[in-house]
């Protein structure tokens, strides 16, 4: 699985905030529906779906339930590849600091800039 596809499926503030609560603990794709009151659940499965092809997160069957929970080889391709651009949030602050809490507003904010969405 390529790092992009990785990206491509954190593209998305809906599969990012699953992420988030997945990070928290394990959880059945219903569970995680509930959260969401405007999404049916096909919706969220669809998303969970997309999180799983990426490699970010993995299920495991328990009865009838399938429990999502974080890849942590997956998040961790990922954050390599910023790693490797000196780009990890959690460096030391440099000379370049303001250019990384810039990119970084730019991941985390629903308007990306147009570097973020000129691949389109």
């Known amino acids: 699985m390529a790092v992009s596809d990785k990206f491509s499926a954190l593209g998305d503030a809906t599969r990012l905030q699953i992420i988030e609560m997945l990070m928290q603990r394990a959880m059945p794709a219903g569970e995680v529906a509930s959260v969401f009151d405007s999404m049916s659940r096909p919706a969220v499965v669809k998303h969970l779906n997309i999180l799983r092809a ?5 299920t495991k069957q328990s009865g009838r339930e399938r429990i999502n ?3 942590e080889a997956g998040l961790a391709a990922a954050a390599k590849w910023f790693s490797g651009r000196g780009m990890a949030a959690d460096v030391a602050p440099s000379q370049d600091s303001e250019r990384r809490v810039h990119f970084n507003n730019q991941l985390m904010s629903d308007k990306p800039s147009k570097l973020l969405t000129a691949r389109k």
């Open 54 to 58: 990426a490699g970010l997160i993995e």
């Open 69 to 71: 929970s974080i890849s």
